[in-house]
Structures are given as C-alpha cells and as structure tokens.
C-alpha cells in the first residue's frame, strides 16, 4: 500500500513538473473588436501543448458574431449623382477553426509579456472571405501554478458581407428643366458582396 501511495505521489509529482515546462494547455478568450463593422464578439476556445516554458502551438474554434443591423450599400449611377452614398454591411455569425501559436516566459515572475498570432478560416460563414486571422501582445498575471488571466490588444482580420445595389441604364424621362428621382428610371442589380475587417481589439481570456 506504502509503495502504491509512492508511486502516485511521484506520478503526480511529475506531471506537474511536466505542466510547468511542458505540456497540455488550454486557453478561453473573449475578444470585442471594432473595425469595418461597428462591433464584432468573438469567443474562442484553444487546446494545445506546451512544448518549453516560452513556446505553445495549439488549435481553437470559436464563435464569431459581427454585430450590425442589415443595411445596403448603393453605388454607380443614380439619378443626378454618380457615386457611393453609403456603406454599412449585414449581421454574420461565423465558426472559425485556427492554430494558435504563443510566447511567453512562464514560471519566472507572476506577471509576464507575451506575443501571440493567431491564424485559420471560417468553416461556417454566411458568405464573407473566410479568412480569420490576428496578432496581438499582452500579459499575463498567474494566479496558481497552472492557471493566468490574460490580457492582450491586437489587430485582427475578420469576414463580413454587405449587400450592394449596382444602379444602371439611368435614362431621363422627365420633362426638361427638372431633376427630381421621379424624372428618371434605371435597372438595378443587388448582390452581397465577400469583404474582410481589420479591427482593433482587446482580448480577455484565462489559461490553465
């Protein structure tokens, strides 16, 4: 029974020793942005290994919500003026599927710097270039051995989409010396056009 409860303790102590090297780690984030779309929610979670105490390469998927109301984007010719008149885009909930990689000097002080980048693409996008993307630096405060909150801010790359109305073939049909909307007419097309976001965002998140 002595030898049994020996070899457990020495099991346990070497995995722990193991963890503060090397090893398994986890990380859950929640990242607000803004950029090309007003506000953007990412909640990603990443698994990955260790492999000294500054390197870690891991794989995370998440969820992506763009947060902005439907809205259109006109351009081309319209009647009595030729050019953009607004740009704003539509909601999107993508799943993006990333590698993770990390450097941080864990074990020497409790609180330390680090440099991440994340990079991948949106396996679920309603239609957006599925890239997904992002670099950010930042600290971390350990709280126990094995488990530090995190805080970074960074640049990242994200899908969005807009729907765009192409005006053409404006022809005048009013009479002359007038300029009103209902003196014209024109065809138009709409269709949602694939964009991609760089935004400014902050990131919390816990490892462990």
């Not at 722990?16 to 803004?34: C, D, I, K, L």
């Not at 539509?90 to 990390?102: D, G, H, N, S, W």
Request: charged share 20%; hydrophobic share 40%.
């Amino acid at each position: 029974m002595k030898k049994t409860l020996l070899l457990l303790s020495l099991m346990i102590a070497s995995v722990m020793s193991v963890n503060a090297q090397g090893g398994y780690r986890g990380f859950f984030e929640v990242t607000p942005s803004v950029g090309s779309v007003e506000f953007n929610l990412d909640i990603t979670t990443t698994h990955g290994w260790q492999l000294d105490d500054k390197f870690y390469v891991g794989l995370g998927c998440g969820v992506l919500n763009l947060l902005e109301p439907d809205s259109y984007t006109y351009y081309g010719l319209a009647p009595g003026e030729l050019g953009i008149e607004s740009e704003e885009n539509v909601a999107e909930l993508a799943i993006p599927v990333f590698a993770k990689f990390r450097y941080d000097k864990l074990g020497v002080n409790r609180l330390t710097p680090f440099v991440e980048a994340k990079l991948g693409y949106c396996v679920v996008c309603e239609k957006g270039t599925p890239l997904y993307a992002g670099l950010s630096v930042g600290a971390r405060y350990a709280i126990t051995e094995r488990i530090g909150l995190n805080l970074g801010i960074g640049v990242s790359l994200t899908p969005y989409s807009c729907w765009v109305c192409e005006i053409y073939n404006a022809r005048y049909v009013g009479d002359y010396g007038t300029d009103y909307w209902w003196d014209w007419e024109y065809d138009s097309d709409y269709e949602r056009k694939a964009k991609t976001s760089m935004n400014f965002a902050v990131t919390l998140g816990v490892d462990f």
